[in-house]
């Protein structure tokens, strides 16, 4: 498929924002923009790359650097006091005015949108259906609209280059020794986050990005419990059955011994 439109010349608009919280916390870790524009160059002949954002925190302020390696369309679309697709909005404004612009020369091909939000899948019907554009899209696996995709010519699912497996049942290591074998500890998602990574001495934003794997995917819940002296926190209580059902962890694994979870110790 990259050779049929190789030829055309083609215009990016790249929602950078919802490509990097995507890959961030479902898988930590970020988007490798250079590798991206040397698929986008094998797919169509680039004439004019846009990175939309909201860089105002710092995960995301980081990301400029690297973004201005590759081009100085950087659109920072702060949203203080703003609804929160308010990158959308301006992302569509721009992807509506290079339509108009293009109007009377017709010079471009091809669009390719970085997103898997629904919200565009007008302006890629009307660019497929009306004026007879060919429209990529590519979107984080997983968070990949599906009516986006019927409307484009192709797509693209970004795959994360790491697996969380081995991350989660670190994770639930953590949890299964703080919840059968230290009395009144409730686990909680920043303590078992750092335990865990203080443990195995392994990358906190993995094990952030597994734990929250595991409760996006059902496998752990998490609830407001309140605490004997009063206060309430919200507790993580995982789904066991479940996740030894589906494999996810074997309780046959070595629990963690006491004395390494003394982050955990600190909730009460």
């Known amino acids: 498929m990259k050779d049929n439109y190789a030829s055309l010349t083609t215009i990016v608009f790249v929602d950078y924002e919802s490509w990097f919280w995507a890959l961030y916390n479902q898988y930590g870790e970020t988007p490798d923009v250079r590798e991206f524009i040397q698929d986008i160059k094998q797919r169509g002949k680039l004439k004019q790359i846009y990175f939309f954002g909201d860089f105002t925190k710092e995960e995301m302020a980081r990301e400029k650097n690297k973004l201005r390696t590759v081009t100085n369309q950087i659109i920072d679309c702060a949203t203080e006091g703003t609804p929160k697709n308010y990158t959308d909005f301006i992302m569509l404004d721009y992807i509506y005015r290079s339509i108009l612009q293009d109007q009377d020369a017709n010079e471009i091909e091809q669009y390719i949108l970085v997103t898997g939000d629904g919200h565009f899948h007008s302006v890629v019907a ?18 990949l609209s599906g009516q986006l995709k019927n409307c484009a010519t192709w797509s693209v699912e970004i795959k994360p280059k790491g697996d969380l497996t081995n991350y989660q049942v670190c994770v639930l290591n953590n949890i299964h020794f703080v919840t059968t074998q230290l009395q009144g500890i409730l686990p909680t998602f920043s303590k078992t986050v750092e335990a865990t990574a203080k443990h195995y001495k392994i990358d906190k934003i993995k094990c952030a990005a597994a734990l929250s794997r595991l409760i996006s995917d059902g496998y752990i819940d998490q609830k407001i ?27 046959n694994n070595p629990l963690m011994t006491e004395s390494d979870n003394v982050e955990q110790l600190q909730e009460i």
């Open 225 to 251: 419990t309140n605490l004997p002296d009063g206060r309430g926190i919200q507790a993580l209580f995982p789904k066991w059955d479940l996740i030894i059902e589906d494999g996810i962890w074997d309780p």
């Open 126 to 143: 009307y660019l497929t259906t009306f004026k007879d554009k060919i429209v990529g899209i590519y979107g984080v696996e997983g968070s």
